[in-house]
């Protein structure tokens, strides 16, 4: 059950794969769309991300990034984005269904407030290294860590809480040379 518009791109309102109800836009990039969605069972708020047609198209490059985004599901770090479902839509365009993490990348935070405190760049820091020393000790890299993959949240009453999202993406930016 979806509902496309034009060259299978997604929008806000259309429902895909199982009923995952697509709300808004909340980012865009050379490789993908990512709305905010709610989850059909649970009501619950995710994201989905939509990968561009080119990038699709390439079996390899997919096949790698599917096998990246279910190794990364699968290390249970609080720090790592999970990753709830991989298929292709309707119109064979590839998605993934995630974690949808409230707060802004740390990039936008270094854009807006300027430098960071010794303190709070060390708290970031650690959780950072805690998410790559569990992907690395599996077998994982990042391929493409930047401060637009780090998001900073706040759970569990913790403030500047770090979840690294796009494992896998190395993958499909090779697809696009």
Known sequence: MSNFHGRGVMRPGDTVHVGYKLVRI??????????????PLTAQPV???????????NIEAVLR?????????????????KVFDLGRD????????????EGDTLGTVLHRDGPLSIQRSASMGLQVCDALIRAH????????LTPENIFLSTKNDEKDHVTITDFGVGALREALQ
């Not at 909340?26 to 989850?39: D, H, L, Y």
């Not at 000790?137 to 493409?144: E, I, P, T, V």
């Open 26 to 39: 909340i980012g865009q990039s050379g490789t993908a769309t990512v709305f905010e969605a709610r989850n």
């Open 90 to 101: 309707a119109k064979g365009q590839l998605f993934l269904v995630m974690d949808l993490i």
């Open 137 to 144: 000790a599996s077998g994982l890299l990042h391929q493409d």
């Open 65 to 81: 990034y599917f096998r990246d985004c279910r190794h990364a599901a699968n290390l249970g770090s609080p720090h790592i984005a």
């Open 47 to 57: 994201a989905i991300k939509q990968l561009i047609p080119k990038i699709s198209s």
